[in-house]
Every structure is written in structure tokens, then in C-alpha cells.
């Protein structure tokens, strides 16, 4: 069986929130119910929030002034893969324990975080040179984009900052401020 593409829907859209499908130029706004398919590009404006969710499985929280596409959303045989590629801003992403022959990642210029049963925030700088890691729950595998081969596993409580130029992740405790800001 081929991989057929998926769509994310729009579980709640707070503010100013856009997208652009794949194949189409013009921005729509987004309101409960909405469909996000493959290769869309989603926008939040300042004080703004939307909620994607895919299936019972997947939410993920675009926060205010981000962009993100919908790179990849396959599901067959083999199982579901979704890739999101964040281009600026945050967007905390809430994945189910236990699913199988699933696989979920979030790319950035400067790192990829690979997870499975999670609560973890993507923050990236708005020059796209600076990637930071915050995890609720679970594990991230964080590597970085241009040199997979470095990479750590943060765990629930900790967070990693990465630059184009980061030669070693360090994961480091959360503060009390870090969970409280998203």
C-alpha cells in the first residue's frame, strides 16, 4: 500500500492565524475545524495561538509570531511520519506514549529533534541561527541539522541551546521560569 499524505486540523486559533496550502499563493485564515495538509505554511501573528492536532495522537501548539510547514504527514503499512519544519518562533508539540511505527520530528536550520511519547518545546531565533530545547516529559533525540552525528537525548526536565556552530549539546535543568513560560 502507498503512503497516502494526511492533514493536521485545526483544533483551536486564537488571533491572527494563516496559512498558505501546498500549491496555492494566497493566505487563508484558520478557524476551528480547518484543514492543514502536507506542505502547508501556517503563520501566527502577535498574540496569537493555534492547536493542530492529528488524530488523538499528536498536538502541536503554534505559538505567537511563528511560522511552520507541514513537511511530511505519511502514514501506511509501515506506519505514520510526520516531519514539521519550524522557519521562526516556538511551537510545543505533545506527542502519546505508546504509539507504534511512529516517528515525529521537528527540523530547524539549526537542529532536529527526533521524539516518541513526549511534551517539549522548539524555540527558534528569528535570524534562524539559534535553536533552543525545553522537555516536559519523555526523551528528544536532538541533533544537529548539518551534522546528525552530534547529538544527545534530553529528558523530561531539561533543555539544550544550539547554534550553527555547536560542536557538543549540553542539556542543562529547566528553571522554574522555563515552565512556567509555555
Known amino acids: ?11 483551536t486559533a486564537v488571533g491572527v492565524c494563516k496559512v498558505i496550502r501546498a500549491g496555492e499563493t494566497v493566505p487563508v485564515s484558520l478557524k476551528k ?3 492543514v495538509p502536507t506542505g ?12 493542530l492536532q492529528y488524530g488523538d495522537s499528536v498536538t502541536v501548539k503554534v505559538m505567537s509570531n511563528s511560522k511552520i510547514s507541514t ?3 505519511l502514514s501506511d503499512t509501515t506506519g505514520t511520519y510526520i516531519v514539521n519544519k519550524l522557519i521562526y518562533g516556538k511551537i510545543r508539540s505533545h506527542l502519546k506514549k ?21 511534551d517539549f518545546v522548539v524555540d527558534l531565533a528569528y ?14 533525540n536532538l541533533s544537529m541539522t548539518n551534522n546528525p552525528a552530534i547529538s544527545k537525548n534530553v529528558t523530561a526536565g531539561q533543555k539544550a541551546f544550539a547554534t550553527l556552530s555547536t560542536k ?3 542539556p542543562a535543568p529547566m528553571s522554574p521560569e522555563d515552565y512556567s513560560s509555555f
Do not use: H, W
Not at 1 to 11: E, L, R, T
Not at 127 to 140: K, R
Open 168 to 170: 557538543k549539546i549540553k
Open 71 to 73: 513537511a511530511k504527514l
Open 98 to 118: 505508546g504509539m507504534k511505527k511512529f516517528q515525529y520530528k521537528i527540523t530547524t536550520p539549526v537542529t532536529t529533534s527526533g521524539v516518541r511519547g513526549t
Open 1 to 11: 500500500v502507498a503512503a497516502q499524505a494526511q492533514s493536521f486540523k485545526v483544533k
Open 40 to 51: 502547508s505554511v501556517v503563520t501566527t501573528s502577535l498574540r496569537s495561538m493555534l492547536i
Open 33 to 35: 475545524g480547518s484543514v
Open 127 to 140: 535570524d534562524g541561527q539559534a535553536s533552543e530545547l525545553y522537555v516536559f516529559s519523555g526523551t528528544v
